[in-house]
């Protein structure tokens, strides 16, 4: 039996993750206002194309083609009594590539729904991700990584519906945006640090942060997380610098010499799993693994 990632973080080791995946399905035929998550039905072996290749790049953990497939963004494609096909099936792929060895990090995305607005009560929030967590459990997932997370109260109940239906490992990892007042915090106002008590509260295994920070920015939001808790693993995952705007399309800056070049220092600073996120392409991941292992 292979170890936990727990147990390889209490090791020692510093784990390579992979990179983003929306720009790869886009550049493999999905169009604008298409559902990613049903490809893992009609586009199987282009899902599962994109995570060889992290696995081939070198990523000791791939993610899933999940990070919508909740109950409520499936609804607004009219899938919303495919949940458990289309997450189990995601799982099954990102298995598939990441072979025995390998870990399958289960993609949970926020829902969309904000509940200080009365868009949804929690019972409806814990029963999606519920149901979402189990089918990636049953596909295959070693972890669920509840991700891209701006409240606390949607995070916590993501992560308790994780924890108490699924005996998966659990990570929830939220974005940061970096203020003017020269600190770091999500839309919903949420610290770095306030996130790790609420998330181990709720009884999350890891903590971190992605998107919306190329890798330097991410150096400073660990080393706050690591201020707060000394013991807790975090996982990174980067955006490949700040997005430009060039005419209609979006570029990410950060080349994969220059996102390996601040790995070590992020390693340092306390993160236990670094990967990627916008921008970020099999190549960063390689140069990651190349610097860190």
């Avoid at 995601?90 to 904000?114: D, M, N, Q």
């Avoid at 990410?252 to 236990?272: C, D, R, V, Y």
Wanted: hydrophobic share 40%; proline share 4%; glycine share 10%.
């Amino acid at each position: 039996m292979k170890p936990t990632l727990l147990q390889l973080i209490s090791q020692g080791k510093t784990l390579v993750s992979d990179g983003a995946w929306g720009t790869f399905l886009q550049a493999k035929g999905l169009k604008p206002g298409e559902c990613p998550e049903l490809w893992n039905i009609t586009h199987s072996s282009e899902v599962l194309d994109i995570a060889r290749g992290y696995i081939n790049a070198g990523a000791d953990t791939i993610e899933t083609n999940s990070f919508g497939g909740n109950y409520f963004k499936l609804q607004g494609f009219g899938l919303e009594t495919q949940v458990y096909e289309l997450n189990k099936k995601a799982a099954e792929i990102s298995r598939l590539a990441a072979g025995t060895e390998k870990y399958v990090l289960g993609s949970v995305g926020p829902t969309g729904k904000i509940l200080m607005m009365g868009d949804v009560t929690e019972e409806e929030l814990y029963d999606a991700f519920k149901e979402q967590s189990m089918a990636l459990y049953d596909g295959g997932a070693d972890a669920i990584v509840i991700e891209t997370m701006t409240d606390i109260d949607e995070a916590s109940i993501a992560v308790r519906a994780a924890r108490e239906n699924t005996p998966c490992e659990v990570i929830c990892t939220m974005t940061f945006d970096y203020l003017q007042t020269d600190e770091y915090r999500t839309m919903m106002g949420v610290s770095p640090a306030e996130m790790v008590v609420a998330m181990k509260a709720a009884g999350a295994h890891f903590v971190g942060a992605n998107c919306s920070n190329g890798i330097e920015g991410m150096i400073r939001i660990t080393e706050e997380i690591r201020a707060a808790d000394q013991e807790i693993p975090i996982l990174i995952h980067a955006n490949a610098g700040l997005p430009i705007l060039e005419g209609t399309n979006t570029i990410f800056p950060e080349t994969p010499e220059m996102m390996a070049s601040h790995a070590i220092q992020l390693a340092k600073s306390g993160a236990n799993i670094i990967g990627g996120c916008c921008g970020t392409t099999p190549e960063h991941i390689r140069k990651l693994a190349e610097v860190l292992q």
